[in-house]
């Protein structure tokens, strides 16, 4: 499987990229909230990589870290757009969010579906290793 990343301008100008924006010509939203201690303290510096498969090919659209508040704000992705006719079951493009926190080895992965101009908010819940066994 190839990886490629939405920065690189080739990328951007090869047909795979082009098919993936024909099935997807519309923007959903991605809000990542990372907290350990249900919620009550944010995490920062935790390391975000938003992708998909496509055509067994792995697409990077965002890579990214968490701010002092545990937040990074709507990371804009493609989605289908809504079919008008057919609303009960709407498309979506689903994304795969990586973490990773390195001082505790976390290492984790979301399936997110994204919606054309839907905000998804995706709760990440960091566990910190405290060497006390059994965790916190």
Same mark, same amino acid.
């Given at each position: ?9 080739? /990328?951007?100008?090869?047909?795979? +990229?082009?098919? /993936?924006?024909?099935?997807? $010509?519309?923007? =959903? ?11 009550? *303290? $944010?995490?920062?510096?935790?390391? *975000? ?11 990077? /659209?965002?890579?990214? +870290?968490?701010?002092?508040? =545990? ?6 992705? $493609?989605?289908?757009?809504?079919? %008008?006719? !057919? ?7 689903? +994304?795969?969010?990586?973490?990773? +926190?390195?001082? !505790?080895? *976390?290492? %984790? ?12 908010? %995706? ?7 405290? =060497? *006390?066994? =059994?965790?916190?």
């Amino acid at each position: 499987m190839n990886t490629y990343n939405i920065n690189d301008q080739n /990328f951007i100008n090869s047909s795979l +990229y082009k098919e /993936f924006i024909t099935e997807n $010509p519309s923007n =959903g939203y991605l809000r990542i909230r990372a907290y350990a201690a249900n919620q009550a *303290i $944010p995490m920062s510096n935790v390391k *975000i990589v938003i992708s998909t498969e496509y055509k067994n090919n792995n697409i990077i /659209f965002f890579e990214g +870290y968490t701010d002092s508040s =545990g937040v990074i704000e709507k990371v804009s992705l $493609p989605t289908p757009a809504l079919d %008008q006719n !057919d609303l009960d079951i709407p498309s979506s493009t689903t +994304y795969d969010v990586n973490v990773t +926190y390195a001082p !505790d080895n *976390i290492d %984790q992965v979301y399936k997110v579906n994204m919606y054309e101009d839907i905000c998804v908010v %995706q709760n990440i819940s960091i566990v910190p290793n405290t =060497g *006390i066994e =059994g965790g916190l």
